[in-house]
């Protein structure tokens, strides 16, 4: 599983289902748009590195890293990145961004995670949440591999593009699926997504033990108006993606770990 590089173009009812969310059929389109685009690396990877914050020296998972950028740029502030993805074709190119040595792994979201209880500080999630039907599993995994005081930093769809999207307009209330035609270096390509209300989000995460810290809807970065002067603008009156953070709670001894 990896992040939505774009809006969806249309609602799709693609020909082959076994294709849909295929990230290993175009990681390298998807790698490419992913790169400089104004939606991803102007818009929601600054937002996640702001919520982030200083992460120098701290142990963290990229969970549904894709081909690494935001792996690379958490390390480049000092932490000690983990990816993982449940697509082989993306991990090949995070590896070429990250080295050799990079400590990456193919793992699906929707089953247990192979690392022990505890074993960070953090964990990010960036525009990979909508991808499951139900969070509760994912959640609780999640949970479990945070040390106490520890935070998920999460980037999804939001709830309310989902609905305007639609035509006719889906039942807001509830989760339900939508597969729509997206578009990464010129190549069309079908993704399921799962569309739920923003109290189920919320409810999710304090259902797993989580402590809802941020909810947050940033500006993109000043620094694409030049080099995206229209759909800046219009990207800055709409609204995008929704952005969570949420803490697991502190030591019995009423203190985070360090």
């Known amino acids: 599983m990896d992040r939505v590089a774009d809006m969806p173009e249309t609602p799709a009812q693609p020909a082959d289902p076994a294709q849909?969310?295929?990230?290993?059929?175009?990681?390298?389109?998807?790698?490419?748009?992913?790169?400089?685009?104004?939606?991803?690396?102007?818009?929601?990877?600054?937002?996640?590195?702001a919520l982030a914050g200083d992460v120098a020296g701290?142990?963290?998972?990229?969970?549904?890293?894709?081909s690494g950028p935001l792996s690379a740029a958490l390390r480049d502030r000092g932490a000690d990145v983990t990816g993982i993805d449940a697509s082989a074709g993306m991990l090949a190119l995070a590896?070429?961004?990250?080295?050799?040595?990079?400590?990456?792994?193919?793992?699906?979201?929707?089953?247990?995670?192979?690392?022990?209880?505890?074993?960070?500080?953090?964990v990010v999630a960036s525009l990979v949440l909508h991808y499951l039907k139900d969070w509760g599993p994912t959640l609780a995994e999640i949970r479990r591999v945070l040390r106490p005081g520890g935070r998920l930093i999460a980037s999804v769809q939001h709830p309310f593009v989902d609905y305007a999207i639609q035509?006719?307009?889906?039942?807001?209330?509830?989760?339900?699926?939508?597969t729509c035609d997206f578009m990464f270096s010129g190549q069309s390509v079908p993704l399921r997504l799962w569309r739920r209300p923003l109290h189920a989000m919320t409810d999710a995460f304090t259902a797993a033990g989580f402590r809802?810290?941020?909810?947050?809807?940033?500006?993109?970065?000043?620094?694409a108006r030049?080099?995206?002067?229209?759909?800046?603008?219009?990207?800055?009156?709409?609204?995008?993606?929704?952005?969570?953070?949420v803490e697991t709670p502190p030591s019995a001894t009423g203190s985070a770990l360090p």
């Open 167 to 178: 035509d006719p307009r889906p039942d807001y209330s509830a989760t339900t699926s939508y």
């Open 95 to 122: 590896r070429r961004r990250l080295g050799d040595g990079a400590a990456l792994h193919v793992a699906d979201l929707s089953e247990p995670l192979p690392f022990a209880d505890g074993a960070f500080d953090d």
């Open 58 to 66: 701290r142990r963290i998972l990229d969970a549904g890293c894709g």
């Open 212 to 223: 809802l810290a941020v909810i947050s809807e940033p500006p993109p970065d000043p620094a």
């Open 226 to 245: 030049e080099l995206f002067p229209e759909d800046f603008d219009a990207l800055s009156a709409r609204i995008g993606f929704l952005f969570f953070v």
């Open 20 to 49: 849909v969310n295929d990230y290993d059929s175009f990681a390298e389109a998807y790698s490419a748009d992913n790169e400089h685009n104004l939606l991803n690396a102007y818009y929601e990877r600054p937002a996640m590195l």
